[in-house]
């Protein structure tokens, strides 16, 4: 009687990872989207109101190499303008920033229960920053930065029905990123350059941010 509820608890036990490991299926593809929107705003007193305002929006394309892992491709754009009344010159600042990254991905999903996935996260990444400061004496910076990263992540995903995918991730897990920038600075008729490189590496073990979490649904296919 026991061996025969051994046999019987180890044949469900299969039957349910068929069940989790059917929900994806090989060259399966995904479509993905993030929309994000930020502002702050910070009374400084004598100096005045600080306001900072961002926008930023993502696409991407995923494909199944095999029902617990898949690949994807993504670009994104994001915006940002901030406002300082005064600093310690007591000038007036205004910057505006423009982003354009592209990214390849690989996620390895495990199963936690039925439509609950944890997923481990590489990816390599390519950022493209150009912006401008403006101040109120005429003077203004022109900025112009590139980085290329590496970063590890995690993540929980659910699949909600047969058709979309929600996920939840931290992205900051490890990092490793080179970063290059030029600065050329206008006041009047002379301009001064300077140039910065640096490399980088962090993780986020030691604490939590929600600066780095990430909140995204994915549309599958087929």
Same mark, same amino acid.
């Given at each position: 009687? *026991?061996?025969?509820?051994?046999?019987?608890? *180890?044949?469900?036990? #299969?039957?349910?990872?068929? !069940? !989790?490991?059917?929900?994806? +299926?090989?060259?399966?593809?995904?479509?993905?989207?993030?929309?994000?929107?930020?502002? /702050?705003?910070?009374?400084? %007193?004598?100096?005045?109101?600080?306001?900072?305002?961002?926008?930023?929006?993502? *696409?991407?394309? %995923?494909?199944? !190499?095999?029902?617990?892992?898949?690949?994807?491709?993504?670009?994104?754009?994001? /915006?940002?303008?901030?406002?300082?009344?005064?600093? %310690?010159?007591?000038?007036?600042?205004?910057?505006?920033?423009?982003?354009?990254?592209?990214?390849?991905?690989?996620?390895?999903?495990?199963? #936690?229960?039925? +439509?609950?996935?944890?997923?481990?996260?590489?990816?390599? %990444?390519?950022?493209?920053?150009?912006?401008?400061? +403006?101040?109120?004496?005429?003077?203004?910076?022109?900025?112009?930065?590139?980085? !290329?990263?590496?970063?590890?992540?995690?993540?929980?995903? /659910?699949?909600?029905?047969?058709?979309?995918? #929600?996920?939840?991730?931290?992205? +900051?897990?490890?990092?490793?990123?080179?970063?290059?920038?030029?600065?050329?600075?206008?006041?009047?008729?002379?301009?001064?350059?300077?140039?910065?490189?640096?490399?980088?590496?962090?993780?986020? #073990?030691?604490?939590?941010?929600?600066?780095?979490?990430?909140?995204?649904?994915?549309?599958? *296919?087929?």
């Amino acid at each position: 009687m *026991i061996a025969m509820k051994t046999k019987l608890t *180890i044949l469900l036990l #299969l039957l349910f990872t068929n !069940v !989790v490991n059917a929900q994806f +299926n090989s060259g399966q593809k995904m479509m993905g989207g993030q929309l994000g929107f930020g502002y /702050y705003s910070n009374d400084q %007193a004598s100096n005045g109101i600080f306001k900072s305002t961002s926008i930023s929006s993502t *696409i991407s394309l %995923a494909k199944f !190499v095999s029902p617990s892992l898949f690949n994807e491709w993504g670009v994104n754009y994001s /915006y940002s303008y901030s406002h300082y009344p005064s600093n %310690a010159n007591n000038i007036d600042e205004k910057i505006y920033n423009h982003s354009f990254s592209s990214y390849f991905s690989r996620t390895k999903l495990n199963s #936690l229960g039925k +439509n609950f996935f944890l997923g481990f996260t590489g990816t390599g %990444a390519a950022q493209f920053q150009f912006g401008k400061n +403006n101040y109120i004496t005429g003077d203004y910076d022109k900025i112009n930065s590139y980085q !290329v990263s590496i970063n590890g992540g995690m993540g929980l995903y /659910y699949k909600m029905n047969r058709r979309f995918l #929600l996920n939840c991730g931290l992205s +900051n897990l490890l990092s490793l990123s080179f970063s290059h920038g030029q600065t050329n600075s206008y006041s009047g008729s002379s301009t001064i350059s300077q140039t910065n490189s640096g490399i980088n590496l962090s993780t986020g #073990l030691s604490g939590f941010s929600f600066y780095n979490l990430t909140i995204g649904f994915r549309y599958l *296919i087929k």
